[in-house]
Nanobody, 121 residues
Framework: QVQLVQSGGGLVQTGDSLGLSCAAS????????MGWYRQAPGNQRELVAA???????NYADSVKGRFTISRDNAKNTVYLQMNSLKPEDTAVYYC???????????????WGQGTQVTVSS
């Protein structure tokens, strides 16, 4: 069984910084893409940032230059550093990981439990 456990998040003011982390554990052969998504009330879940196993990154236009995604492959952990936060960044943030549990077979996407990030104006 694979589990993603998130930490971080909370209430901050406009312009502040905040970091999120997400650690994968369990039956893991390899991890492909890891990412962060967010969902604000009334909105669909959207991709914030993603990172491949070799470190290539992709960001939503709304967070480019402010957010940084990184990962520690030895720890099966992905991070999201959020700087210059804005009220529109307020949402529940979810981490994701495409994890291969065995040498063969499918590569399902797993999700973290979600964490609230609230940016006050």
């Amino acid at each position: 069984q694979v589990q993603l456990v998130q930490s971080g998040g909370g209430l901050v003011q406009t312009g502040d910084s905040l970091g999120l982390s997400c650690a994968a554990s369990g039956s893991i052969f390899s991890i492909n893409v890891m990412g962060w998504y967010r969902q604000a009330p009334g909105n669909q879940r959207e991709l914030v940032a993603a990172i491949t196993s070799d470190g290539s990154t992709n960001y939503a236009d709304s967070v480019k230059g402010r957010f940084t995604i990184s990962r520690d492959n030895a720890k099966n952990t992905v991070y999201l550093q959020m700087n210059s936060l804005k009220p529109e960044d307020t949402a529940v943030y979810y981490c994701s990981a495409d994890i291969k549990p065995t040498i063969r077979g499918p590569i399902p996407r797993y999700w973290g439990q979600g964490t609230q990030v609230t940016v006050s104006s």
